[in-house]
């Protein structure tokens, strides 16, 4: 009988982000990499792959015009105990 590693492994992750230099900046902090960064001719898109020496990847997606929207106010919708 053969037996089957049925183990859940991530291979990447991809995210979106404000500002790609300070978030790759961030992760070289856990071991990433820039493997590969690709701009569109307007440049509404940057995306960059980071990688880490065990081959994870991590994706990262910056659209032009989130840059300009305000940093989320992380209380909204939390509840608020006195």
């Known amino acids: 009988m053969e037996v ?3 183990t859940f492994a991530a291979h990447h ?3 979106t982000v ?3 230099e300070t978030s790759a900046a961030f992760y070289a902090i ?3 990499r820039l493997a ?4 569109a001719r307007d440049g509404s898109l940057i995306i960059a792959h980071l990688s880490r020496a065990d081959g994870f990847i991590l994706d990262m997606w ?3 015009v989130n840059r300009k929207r305000p940093i989320a106010e ?3 919708g939390a509840a608020t105990f006195t």
Do not use: E, P, R, S
Not at 36 to 39: D, F, G, R
């Open 62 to 64: 910056q659209y032009a």
């Open 74 to 76: 992380l209380d909204t």
């Open 30 to 32: 856990f071991g990433f």
């Open 13 to 15: 992750v991809a995210l």
């Open 36 to 39: 590969l960064q690709w701009t």
């Open 18 to 20: 404000k500002d790609i």
């Open 4 to 6: 089957v590693d049925n």
